[in-house]
């Protein structure tokens, strides 16, 4: 079956715009989550959602970042005035359910550069 | 102040022996231990996991070892295969409904044939 797939794969950008990411899950997996991994780091938790709604946002690093997942499916996470810091691999995963040990399962990251 | 210390960014085995990869913990709220393993432009792919009520886990080649008093964790991979190479990730989840996976800075395998 189809794994967690992300788009794009590669996203370069120039500091100030905005730039969106977007995630689609594992079919039937109602739990949703955005990882970024710098270089050299492991990954970094940003949000996690239960179906459409945000369960733990703590990670976001600040108020230009923002993610979406309105009809519980597919997610996409939003960047506004980009800086050069925010350059990363954002990652997604996906589990069947909220329950502490479900696996999560990632797709392949967008790789975000800023110039 | 990493929660979760992979010490060794790196580590070289020969094909059919033993690969041995730790893995240090700070936070004792931390119930849940995972291995992922993790190829060049991939997304981490998951491996093995260990509850914290448990000293061992075992999955065909992949073995975990948690020491709750020492907050320390071991993957054995035996036999080791060129296969394996790749960066491999610890990762701790608090207990509760915490979702959030803490992660190490990875170790990165090299099994020369």
């Known amino acids: 079956g189809a794994g967690v797939s992300q788009t794009p794969s590669n996203k370069v950008t120039e500091k100030g715009k905005y730039v969106e990411l977007r995630c689609d899950p594992i079919?039937?997996?109602?739990?949703l989550y955005w990882y970024r991994q710098s270089l050299g780091q492991g990954p970094e938790f940003l949000i996690y959602?239960?179906?459409?709604?945000?369960?733990?946002d703590s990670g976001l690093p600040n108020d230009r970042f923002f993610a979406v997942r309105p009809e519980g499916s597919v997610s996409t996470l939003k960047i506004q005035r980009t800086e050069r810091g925010d350059s990363a691999v954002y990652l997604c995963?996906?589990?069947?359910?909220?329950?502490?040990?479900?696996?999560?399962?990632f797709g392949p990251g967008t790789r975000l550069t800023v110039l | 102040d990493q929660q979760v210390k992979q010490n060794s960014p790196s580590l070289s085995v020969q094909e059919g022996r033993i690969s041995i990869l730790n893995c240090d913990y700070t936070?004792?709220?931390?119930?849940?231990f995972l291995w992922y393993k993790k190829y060049p432009a991939e997304g981490p792919t998951f491996l093995i996991s260990?509850?914290?009520i448990k000293d061992k886990n075992e999955d065909g080649r992949f073995t975990v070892f948690l020491n709750k008093s020492a907050k320390h964790l071991s993957l054995h991979i035996v036999p080791s295969q060129p296969g394996d190479s790749a960066v491999y990730f610890c990762?701790?989840?608090?207990?509760?409904?915490?979702?959030?996976?803490?992660w190490g800075l990875g170790t990165s395998l090299a099994v020369n044939p």
């Open positions: 079919s039937g997996h109602t739990a």
């Open positions: 936070n004792s709220m931390f119930d849940y």
């Open positions: 990762a701790a989840l608090g207990a509760g409904n915490n979702r959030k996976l803490i």
């Open positions: 959602f239960q179906g459409t709604g945000a369960a733990d």
């Open positions: 995963a996906s589990s069947l359910s909220s329950t502490s040990t479900d696996t999560q399962y």
């Open positions: 260990i509850s914290s």
